[in-house]
């Protein structure tokens, strides 16, 4: 079984350096899934009340492969649950559907800026960790102006914002800005879904050199970032090779030719996608 590394976050706890993405797997997928990653090495898994998944998650975790206080479970609030009271609410009934007492790390889904409530909502979060019914709180897919007024508003920073982040879109200003403030990046879609990233000559040829695959290595890129990727597999092979990317190193010159080509985002623009 492969060992992970882990990140400290802002508020002292512990997160592992790669996760595994549930997005768009059933309940019955999902629990199968979680349970070959936990069997392989896993220990960070990401869910979300609009992947409707959580039963199957929360299955997986109550089976008992590791301990539950080795799990790292992930979930996030929908955009059509934000407000004060809608959030405690809304976290309930996640923590119902998972069947935990605690939930590990609670995320705003989107900020959706228009509806111009997740303020109130990041005042609820802190609230459910000062409760101990979340260890950590953190945002998804928000901007560094988004993080600001979080902070000038309540004096609390996220721990982590998982955002949209592979070598076709590296949010090298968005990255900085999370480091200058302690907050660790998290990426979804790492592998560039949809793309031909992972047939790209360049990465095939480092690929070769270390003798590991393509996936491989624009995982260790996010990993040598001090990204987390969380990319998403249902094949118990294909979760045991995105785990084993800690036994090889990048150079600077690798690191740059992995994300050497033209920007392409592959998801919405925090400023005005909304998902309810």
């Known amino acids: 079984m492969i060992s992970i590394p882990t990140h400290t ?26 349970v070959s990653a936990l069997e392989a090495g896993y220990r960070l898994i990401d ?38 009271a809608e959030t405690l609410a809304s976290f309930e009934e996640s923590r119902a559907r998972l069947g935990l007492d605690r939930v590990d790390l609670y995320l705003i889904h989107w900020p959706l800026p228009r509806v111009d409530r997740y303020v109130d909502s990041w005042k609820a979060m802190i609230k459910l960790r000062e409760d101990g019914l979340v260890r950590s709180i953190g945002v998804s897919n928000f901007t560094a102006g988004h993080i600001e007024r979080l ?9 982590v914002n998982q955002i949209e982040l592979h070598p076709l879109w590296p949010q090298e200003e968005l990255r900085a800005f999370h480091a200058a403030k302690g907050i660790v990046t998290e ?21 070769e050199a270390h003798g590991v695959s393509a996936g491989q290595v624009v995982l260790r890129w996010h990993t040598q970032l001090g990204a987390v990727p969380v990319p998403k597999s249902a094949s118990p092979e294909r979760q045991r090779a995105n785990l084993d990317v800690f036994g090889f190193e990048l150079s600077e010159d690798e690191m740059t030719a992995v994300a050497d080509r033209a920007r392409r985002r592959l998801g919405g623009d925090p400023e005005v996608h909304e998902e309810f």
């Open 187 to 207: 990426s979804w879609s790492p592998l560039g879904r949809g793309t031909p990233l992972l047939e790209d000559p360049a990465v095939a040829r480092i690929a």
């Open 9 to 34: 976050l802002n508020d002292g706890t512990a997160l592992p350096a790669l996760g595994l993405g549930t997005w768009p797997l059933g309940d019955d997928e999902a629990q199968a899934a979680v």
């Open 47 to 84: 869910t979300a009340t609009n992947y409707r998944n959580e039963r199957g998650v929360g299955r997986a975790v109550a089976a008992g492969v590791v301990p539950r206080e080795e799990i790292v479970v992930t979930t996030k609030l929908p955009g059509r649950h934000h407000g004060y």
């Open 151 to 159: 902070e000038k508003e309540t004096g609390v920073l996220p721990s």
